[in-house]
């Protein structure tokens, strides 16, 4: 196809009008209208010589079987060239403008809701985590429809925002990876990188509608009103509204919920303990910095959360490294800590390493029946001999969560894959060594 020159081809004035028009009407850029004309060539010299498709193109989704302007230009191709079009043949002359950039006038009734439900079961399966249903059908039919049909038509997508989708939302992009790699086998066809980050997005959203609540920021009274009116604009422009910002007095601060409270802002030091991140008046105008401390701030508070049996281990090694000998080492020791019965370590799921990024990076869990917490074991394992950081993670995710526990399945994974994105900078260019002096400042391992 690449090969074939539209130039040479002339079409009657009448299909070049109906082309103009669906350009129009469905914003199709330069590069998909070219591919739609050598569609609308290779369609036509095939026909003439016999050939015609005689079955559906498995998976693939036309959703302008029944369109005014491609029933016309059906016909203006009989007049012109005298060949008749089978349904099948439609499909594969309309798929470039079934690849995306434009909303669907109707939904395709068939195997999309199915395959959608499958994939949501599956990501349940490897995280214990529910994605909401609704939210996806009615937010991600679209998109998954183009995704599929730009799969099955080898299509990718031009641009790329992986990078900053996994950085910004570690535990959505990595969902959107499984799915990724359930939907290959599921259509038994390639999914271009490039659709990961996409698809991070949208499961980000669903993340976002169902459970996260907007951010609670707090401003201790002071006699300087003017200074904190500059603060909440400050903080109202940071977070684009969504916030919600409360007056604290100054003698509350020690008994303020973390779950009531995202950051406090105060023009002075606070001198009373709170796990609560202060942010003083003086850095406000540094988003940068206002970010990091708060993001810093739900890391700690992770950490802390009474909810969350919290288990931070380093281990210097001599030797080579094995990950089923320390995977049942650690189920042992957990065993023998009372946090974990033999039921739970029949039942762990082993997730496989190539899915975070690292060839030695492991994140074992299963549901804990034993403990209304969750229990995050994480183990960083560093092997002098060989020079590589096993890093595994077991996860117990209690047998009932409760609605407001919720949200904490998706802090714990955001929280493992920064520490995953850390350690994956050590096999760069970084020491191990000052990784791990980074790791302890953040709090995430002791000594």
Known sequence: MESLNISEYHFSRKIEYLIKKSEDHYFIDTKKSDLFKKCLIITVLRCQKGIHITSPIKNYMNQFQNIEWVEDLKNYIFEDYKVNLTRYDTDFLIFPFNLGDFKLSHYYEGSVSYILDRMINEIYKEYQFYLDKNFINNEIYTHFIYMINRSIFKSPINISIDEKIELNYPFAYQIAKSACVYLEKELNTHIFYQEIGFLALYFQLAIRAKYDAPKIIGIIKTPETSMMKIAEDKMREMFKGDCEIIEVNLSDVGSLDISKCSALISAFPIEEQTDIPVIQLNNIF???????????????????????????????????????????????????????????????????????????????HGVNQ??????????????????????????????KIEDESNYLIVQIYDFLFHVIHLLNQASKNQSIYSILEEIKREGIING
């Open 286 to 364: 540094d988003n940068d910095y206002i970010e990091k401390r708060v993001d810093e701030g739900q890391r700690q508070n992770l950490i802390r959360n009474t909810n969350v049996d919290y288990s931070p281990h380093f281990v210097l090694e001599d030797g080579e490294i094995s990950y089923e000998t320390y995977v049942s080492k650690i189920l042992n020791r957990m065993k023998n800590e009372g946090k974990v019965n033999n039921d739970f370590i029949k039942k762990v799921i082993d997730t496989k390493k190539e899915k975070f990024g690292s060839d030695y990076t492991f994140l074992p």
């Open 370 to 399: 034993t403990s209304m917490k969750f229990i995050v074991d994480l183990n960083i394992i560093y092997s002098q001999e060989i020079n590589k950081v096993l890093f595994i993670t077991v996860l117990g995710i209690p047998e």
